[in-house]
């Protein structure tokens, strides 16, 4: 939202389904308009279910768990200018190169290969914007993803794209990429001031939230803790994430406790 209201965005949608009332209070601040999704809709059936709210106004919808400082002004600027009904951000590295592009770099010609037609080359960020005469190719009240939408759109040469590669993107529904924004983005102190780590325990490389406990003993390299969580003595956490409310003891890798 704070990527959002930089350029100049007000009004939001969220689609919520698990914890919807830990939003309650949310958003005073905003004009902030939620959908309950009792069963996920998915990409393509949420974006419909939001039709009335959209009414006749282009969109911006920007996936929840990505971080993003991509310049979205430019996005919304090659929207403007192409006059098709959505434009993809894509980058150009990247683990998932599903997106292929023709040689002005503006059409999508393929995603996943379905079409048959290249391979990827480009990553899609999750971000896009999108006029809504595109929700006419959406099915009203059905789980459906949005791929198919856009594959209609790229066999008449209507899926439009700009790369950004600008900036920070990170897909936070990844667990690598999880942990690799809180190692690398230092949006806060790495310890908390409110947590407890024991002069005894070992913290390397990792981030512990407030109220959190680290006892004597206990060590933590390249990990996350969540705010009042418990890592028991004698511990041994490399590259997990702690969340739950039952405290973490014992040896792990690459796990979620």
């Given at each position: ?182 190692h690398e983005?230092?949006?806060g102190p ?11 325990a070992y ?55």
């Amino acid at each position: 939202m704070d990527a959002c209201t930089r350029v100049g965005i007000r009004r939001f949608a969220v689609n919520t389904h698990h914890l919807p009332e830990a939003w309650h209070g949310f958003g005073a601040e905003n004009d902030v308009t939620f959908f309950h999704e009792p069963i996920l809709l998915e990409t393509g059936g949420g974006l419909k279910n939001i039709s009335e709210w959209i009414g006749s106004d282009p969109l911006l919808v920007h996936n929840g768990d990505i971080f993003s400082t991509l310049p979205l002004e430019k996005l919304i600027a090659a929207h403007q200018a192409s006059s098709l009904p959505v434009t993809l951000a894509l980058r150009s590295r990247g683990d998932a190169t599903h997106i292929a592009l023709d040689s002005s770099g503006k059409r999508v010609t393929d995603i996943r290969k379905i079409l048959g037609r290249s391979e990827g080359t480009h990553v899609f960020t999750g971000i896009y914007c999108m006029d809504p005469s595109f929700l006419g190719l959406l099915p009203a009240g059905e789980k459906v993803s949005i791929i198919p939408a856009f594959l209609k759109l790229v066999e008449t040469g209507l899926l439009g794209a700009i790369t950004l590669d600008e900036g920070i993107w990170l897909d936070l529904g990844d667990r690598k990429s999880y942990l690799q924004a809180h190692h690398e983005l230092g949006l806060g102190p790495a310890i908390h001031p409110a947590a407890h780590v024991d002069s005894a325990a070992y913290v390397e490389n990792s981030v512990v939230g407030p109220g959190a406990v680290i006892e004597a003993g206990a060590i933590v390299r390249n990990s996350v803790v969540w705010p009042r969580c418990h890592v028991s003595s004698e511990s041994l956490l490399d590259e997990c994430i702690v969340f739950s409310e039952t405290p973490a003891s014992g040896v792990h890798q690459n796990s979620d406790l």
